[in-house]
């Protein structure tokens, strides 16, 4: 059927119940036949959607949270003076241990403790503010598959998180490991490693937590009692590389990579959960 | 149901409603709804507060799934289809052709106009989008504040940036929760004016507690109460003051 006949076809039927024979003061459908509006009116090949490309949609959320985050700075700011105040507390802390404390022995803890708390700070908000205005309800509407959702989510908690740990990893060191023994560190790279492997179990297990938590009382609460649990495995995996990395040890080279390797698996075993989960726990 | 039974086939209706369950912990919010709306209608649904109004519309537009029928209409017998798309079973296709217009806006309000538009145009994988959303703002009369933030524009330019972002996939259904809820009259007209432009090519299913404007719009009328059909017809068939007295005695009735 041609589309100006099959949309006459439906004025038709939808007269039977328009106008104005209650009394309407608006007069929905006259008598005349109207020519729609090609703009404001479905598809005349509504069989023939555009084909959906999942890539497409994950560059929209993640520009889209971009650009939001450029504009506000909500996440990030919050996030980076948390962790300054994470650094205030510990200089403080560590203040009172006397000169002999070498730092460098626990500073790898010290570290990953500073980036989980602010990471769930960030986490608890990348959710949050699509349910201002009901913009998740918008994204569930759309015909994106969720994996692609959590992908596109858990992406953009990573950048994040990894800005702040670019910000706070060396401002880290100069306040604290100044002054230690650290002439046997391993190189830089496997310390931005070990961290990289921490951020993206962070980023993936994170983000699922988070919607898992979004709906619930005392979302805040719930994230991190189910968080820190989870992610054990990862902090005692990155904090032992990292360990290694920064006290050198003899056998640093070995630890690091056995730990390394474990942090890798527990990420790719977690993402792969996620990705499998994240439809079942957005409920539809 | 034949794959060629779906989308724009004249002889599928609107909505296929049967038997339709939607439980939340002890409580029925839908409890074995059953209904069937032709192609081209304005079904107004009503009811008291907790009555199943909005938990029927998120189901039949895919975000909320039914407690029954989760194997699909055709496997239980029960469940929902729109346009003969089922809810459970083809709710990624179907959500291409859905509309949804409701008193939260579903905008980005830290977006622009275009910017919101373009986001929604990605996720549909729209071609030629900036085309589309041109079109669409204009029709919404937007064009000139289409790189203002959403934050700064009334509720009433907010409401119609609102139905750009429903119209922008070219639905076959438009989705109306409460969509006057919070405009003024102003902005209530122009609403109207939108709704008036695109009525005759659109199927619409509009949850309201306005009684007057609800029923002023509707080829169909429903009232929910308790999760359950208490009345389904054809405008032309209701008697206006019995129908007021029917909708206050469901009012009473309050939530299950």
């Keep these: 059927m041609p589309y100006e006949d099959k949309v006459l076809t439906r004025k038709s039927k939808a007269d039977k119940g328009s ?22 009116s479905p598809d005349p090949l509504s069989t023939q959607r555009p084909k959906i490309s ?68 960030g986490l608890n908000r990348s959710l949050v503010h699509e ?48 002054n230690a023994h650290t002439s046997q560190m391993g190189p830089l790279w496997m310390v931005a490693l070990a961290l990289l492997l921490g951020s993206i179990g962070i980023a993936g297990v994170g983000t699922l937590l988070a919607t898992m938590s979004v709906n619930t009382k005392g979302k805040d609460f719930v994230l991190a009692v189910i968080f820190i649990p989870l992610m054990f495995p990862l902090l005692l995996a990155v904090v032992t590389a990292l360990n290694a990395v920064i006290l050198g040890n003899p056998d640093a080279t070995t630890v690091f990579w056995r730990f390394a390797g474990i942090a890798f698996g527990y990420d790719v075993i977690t993402i792969a959960i996620a990705w499998a989960l994240y439809e079942f726990i957005l409920g539809v | 149901m034949p794959e060629q039974a779906k989308g724009t086939n004249a002889q599928v209706p609107a909505l296929e409603v049967q038997g339709l369950i939607r439980i939340f912990g002890a409580r ?44 699909g209409f055709k496997n239980s017998g029960s469940g929902a289809r729109v346009f003969g798309y089922d809810v459970v079973k083809d709710a990624v296709e179907l959500r291409e052709r859905i509309g949804i ?20 145009a990605d996720l549909y994988c729209i071609n030629d989008p900036q085309a589309r959303i041109d079109e669409l703002l ?119």
């Design chain 2, 138 to 256: 204009e029709a919404v009369e937007l064009k000139h504040r289409r790189m203002d933030l959403v934050r700064t524009f009334s509720r009433g330019m907010i409401q119609r940036l609102s139905i750009a972002r429903a119209l922008l996939p070219h639905p076959d259904i438009l989705f109306l929760d409460e969509p006057y809820s919070g405009l003024d009259p102003h902005a209530a007209d122009i609403l109207d004016g939108l709704i008036a432009s695109v009525r005759d090519q659109y199927t619409f299913v509009m949850v309201s507690h306005d009684l007057d404007k609800g029923l002023e719009l509707c080829s169909h009328a429903l009232i929910l109460a308790r999760g359950k059909v208490v009345l389904f017809e054809e405008r032309d068939d209701i008697d206006r003051e019995q129908f007021r007295v029917l909708y206050h005695q469901t009012v009473g009735l309050g939530v299950s």
């Design chain 2, 28 to 71: 029925k919010a839908l409890d074995g709804v059953t209904f069937t709306l032709p192609r081209g209608a304005f079904l107004s649904i009503f009811g008291p507060n907790g009555a199943g109004k909005t938990t029927l519309l998120r189901v039949l537009s895919t975000l909320t799934p039914p407690s029954q029928g989760s194997g």
């Design chain 1, 54 to 121: 999942s890539w497409r949609q994950f560059k929209a959320i993640l520009r889209k949270d971009i650009v939001m985050e450029l504009r506000t700075k909500e996440m990030i700011t919050s996030m980076g003076l948390y962790a300054l105040l994470v650094l205030i507390i510990y200089y403080v802390a560590l203040s009172q241990a006397g000169t002999n404390f070498d730092v460098s022995r626990i500073s790898a803890g010290l570290l990953l403790l500073a980036i989980v708390f602010t990471s769930m700070l």
């Design chain 2, 101 to 120: 217009i409701s008193h939260n806006p579903l905008l980005y309000p830290d977006l622009s106009a275009d910017e919101n538009l373009r986001f929604f």
């Design chain 1, 131 to 178: 349910q201002d205005q009901g913009q998740l309800d918008a994204l569930l509407l759309s015909p994106i598959d969720r994996p692609i959702l959590f992908l596109g989510k858990a992406v953009t908690n990573f950048i994040f998180l990894a800005i702040v740990e670019v910000i706070i990893t060396p401002l880290f060191y100069f306040i604290f490991m100044g």
């Design chain 1, 19 to 40: 106008g104005d024979r209650m009394g309407s003061g608006t007069v929905l459908s006259s008598g005349d036949k109207t020519v729609p509006d090609p703009i404001l």
